[in-house]
Structure formats: C-alpha cells, structure tokens
C-alpha cells in the first residue's frame, strides 16, 4: 500500500478508488443541495411562503444527524462499497419524489428523506482510510472531501441553467430529476469498480455492533453526553414544524417523547456494547481516547455545520441583498463552495505536514475572523468585494473540515466509519442550529453567531492531543497488528 506512488493523474491501485469515491461523494453534494440554486423558481412555481422556503432548507439536514450515525455503522460491519452503492440508488428515490412534488407537504417530506444521502461522506472516509498510509491520508481524505463537496457548487452553477433550458415553470422538475438519475446510475458503476480494502489486507470490524466502543467509564458517561445534542436538534426541528403549522402541539410533544425514549434506549444499548469497561480494565495496547472524538465533533459543528447552512442560505442572501437573478445569485453563492476544489484539501495536506493540532488552532481562528467580516457585508459593499469575502471565509471552513478529518482516521481503525458518523452527525447539528437561528434572527447576527462557536472550538483544542506513534488493532482472530499514526 505504501509503495505505490501518490499520484493524482492516475486511475489504478489506491488512485482509482480514490477518484471514484470523490465522484460519489460529488453526485450525493448535488442531489442533497440541488434544491438550493433553484429555491427561487420552487417557491414562484409552488407559490411557497419565504417561512416555507427556510423550513425546507432546515428539512434537508436533519435527517443525515442520525443517518450519519447509523450509515457509520453499516460501513464499519459490511464495508464501504456495499453501503455507498446502496445509499447512492436508494436516494434516488427522494430526489424523484421532490421533482414530482404538487404540495409544500409532499416538497417537505421528499426534502426530509433527501438528508440520507449527506450519510454518503462517512463511507468515504472509511474506505480512503484502508487505501492509503499515514503521511498521505490527511491529503486523500482532504481531496475526498473537498472535491465531493464542490457538487453543492455545481449544482449552483449548473441546475439553474439546466431549468432555463427546459424553461417553463416545471424546469426545476428536470434538472431535479436528471441528478436522481445520475445517483442511480453512478450507484452501479461504484458496485462494480471497487474494493474495499487493497489485496491481502485486514478489513478491521468492531467487536460489537449497534453503538460505538469505548474504553474507560469516564469515556462511557462522557459518548452519553455528546450524544444529547444529536437529539436536542431533532427536538429543535420538530418545534420549528410546529411554527409553520407543519406540525400540531400534540404531534409535537409525541416527538419529544420520542425523542427521549429513543435517547434512554441508545443509552442502555451502549452500556450493553461497553458493559465490559464497568469490570474489566481494558488493556493499554487497546485503548483510545474518546475525547479526541468530542473536540473533533465540537470543530465539525461550526466548520461544515456553518458550511452547510451558509450554502443553503447564500444563493437567496444574495439576490436579496444586491438584487441578482436567480443564475446570477447561484454562480455568485457558489464562489463561496467553489473554495472546496483546494482548500480542504489544502487543509489535509497541512495536517499531514505540520501537525493536526497546529493546524486546526490556525484555521478556526481564521474562520472566526472570516464569519465576522460576512457579517459586515450589505447592500452598499461592492458585489466583488463581498465576493472576495466570502470565499476568504470559505477557505478557513473547508481547509479546517480538511484537517479534522486528517485527525478522525487516527484515532481507532476499526471504529473510523462510527467515529467518523457521529463527527460528521455534528457537522448536521450544526448546520439544523444556524438554521433554525437563520429563520428567527437577522442575517448579521446569523452570522455573528458561527463566529462564536468557532472561538468556542478554539477553546476545546487546547484538550486535543496530537495523534503520535501507532494504534494497535485486533483482528477476528485476535491477531494484533500496529498501525503508525505519525
């Protein structure tokens, strides 16, 4: 695995996967933000409310918080190219199911199921992480995620093209359904062209399924806490269907019990899975530390949880504030997604140079600093400064989302797709929290908020240990093997 040569031209060995896995990832970007580029022709079309427009944006995140979690999972017991081949076609679905949409309702709900498919990132990280060693990993990973993600980009510089050519009021409809068709399609040609792991290597699985391993009490009480917030933006979502009517009290309320029978029941189901740790000390050679885990969820909320409500709300901030067209105001939005092509990877590649840590404390100063001056932008900015602004801030989001997930592999092997699920489950927390406050406060305070939680994440680095030396890993059959990490 570490003799063939890092090269990006290349699509053979650990390259061809590589590439064919940020193409997946690319085509989940566009199917989950298709809707985005084209909001302003949805709502005259559907004669929608600007209260229903912002529900739906909120709608398309919620449902990857758990599906992260639970597509982690999947990923880490049957392996990557089944899990993302499957995920890719049955996605398709929802997107079929909005392009055909006559009511706000039948848009909220194909919109709602839509958020499965931002599980897809997780399963990336895992097989990218069998294929390449340690001092290329923050780069690949960094590439994986940062070419996946510029699909939310061309959809914005694409679909609204691609409605005017079919013009009329159902042109949404097709360019809708033709990045369905493209998911559905690209689900077979991924079955067929990969593995999961390169020739004659160990595809390391937990020891136990249905919640993540830990390896001390104290890691035990503290998976419980960081589970809460995943349920409280749930909660939070459910009381904002209940403000745009969605929703009845009693609905409501029944979500909430809901909510927490289903957090009780993670609980004990994650006391089953670690009830060794409360009797037996596990050995040094085994353990991990999850607070690694928990300040790398705490950085995702505020970089891809910013990244997903800014790209979401941007294309309208813009037609809105400097009085654009919707292509207009789309190719405009993007420039702030369009920052992904180098940036995360960049944020990768200077992990895998400078140190994890060093890095991440650089680039969330810089995204505080970035959201501060988003903040300041209106009317009487020039349209290519504000331009100039936002694509600053972007580097700083996407090159950090880089780094954090150079650390995630690091960390255990055999629990990357879980590790992985429940930080990119925050990333969604994230994005559910600044958009629900996006519907309820002024674009500025917006803003000024992601500034905040950057700081905070700032603050939780100092707890963040650079990953050092190798992590040991037991196969099936107990045989151990010492992976480096450095």
């Known amino acids: 695995m570490g003799q063939e040569k890092f090269n990006i031209l290349s699509f053979t060995g650990k390259m061809k996967t590589l590439h064919l896995s940020w193409m997946a990832f690319f085509i989940t970007f566009v199917v989950w933000f298709n809707a985005a580029p084209l909001m302003l022709a949805i709502k005259d079309s559907m004669g929608l409310t600007t209260e229903e427009v912002k529900t739906l944006l909120i709608l398309n995140v919620a449902l990857t918080i758990p599906a992260r979690v639970i597509i982690g999972m999947l990923t880490d017991k049957y392996g990557p190219r089944i899990v993302y081949s499957t995920l890719l076609a049955v996605c398709s679905i929802p997107c079929f199911m909005f392009a055909l949409a006559t009511t706000f309702e039948q848009l909220a709900i194909a919109r709602f199921m839509m958020g499965l498919i931002g599980a897809g990132f997780v399963v990336g990280i895992r097989i990218v992480s069998e294929w390449f060693p340690a001092n290329e990993l923050g780069t690949a990973e960094g590439i994986y995620g940062g070419w996946g993600n510029f699909g939310s980009a061309a959809a914005a510089f694409t679909l609204p093209t691609v409605a005017l050519l079919f013009g009329g009021e159902d042109g949404w409809r097709y360019a809708i359904a033709i990045t369905g068709l493209m998911s559905l399609l690209f689900s077979v040609v991924y079955y067929f062209n990969v593995t999961d792991t390169p020739k004659g290597a160990t595809y390391f699985r937990p020891k136990k399924g249905g919640a993540m391993e830990v390896t001390s009490k104290g890691d035990f009480y503290l998976l419980l806490f960081m589970k809460l917030p995943m349920y409280l933006t749930l909660g939070l979502l459910a009381w904002k269907l209940l403000q745009v009517s969605m929703f009845t009290e009693t609905t409501t309320h029944a979500i909430y019990i809901g909510l927490a029978v289903l957090y009780v029941l993670d609980c004990w189901k994650t006391y089953q899975v670690n009830s060794d740790i409360f009797v037996n000390d596990v050995p040094e050679i085994e353990r991990y530390k999850f607070k690694q885990v928990a300040v790398l969820n705490v950085l995702y909320f505020s970089t891809f949880g910013s990244e997903l409500a800014v790209i979401s709300m941007l294309p309208l901030f813009f037609a809105e504030t400097f009085g654009l067209g919707m292509a207009e105001a789309g190719m405009v939005a993007a420039s702030y997604a369009f920052m992904n092509l180098m940036s995360r990877p960049g944020g990768g590649w200077i992990s895998d140079r400078f140190g994890r840590k060093k890095t991440l404390l650089i680039l969330t100063a810089g995204l505080a600093v970035g959201y501060y001056a ?96 190798h992590i040991a890993e037991v196969d099936e059959d107990g045989k151990v093997t010492l992976i480096n990490v450095s």
Do not use: D, H
Not at 374 to 382: D, E, G, K, L, V
Not at 394 to 423: D, H
């Open 374 to 469: 988003m903040s300041q932008i209106t009317a009487t900015w020039s349209l290519p400064l504000a331009i100039a602004t936002a694509m600053a801030c972007s580097f700083f989001v996407q090159a950090g989302e880089g780094a954090v997930f150079a650390a995630v592999p690091m960390i255990k092997r055999r629990l990357t797709g879980q590790i992985a699920g429940m930080t990119g489950a925050y990333g969604n927390v994230g994005a559910v929290f600044y958009l629900t406050l996006y519907s309820i406060v002024s674009t500025q305070m917006f803003f000024y908020a992601i500034a905040i939680t950057a700081v905070i994440g700032f603050m939780a680095l100092f707890l963040m240990e650079e990953p050092k030396g």
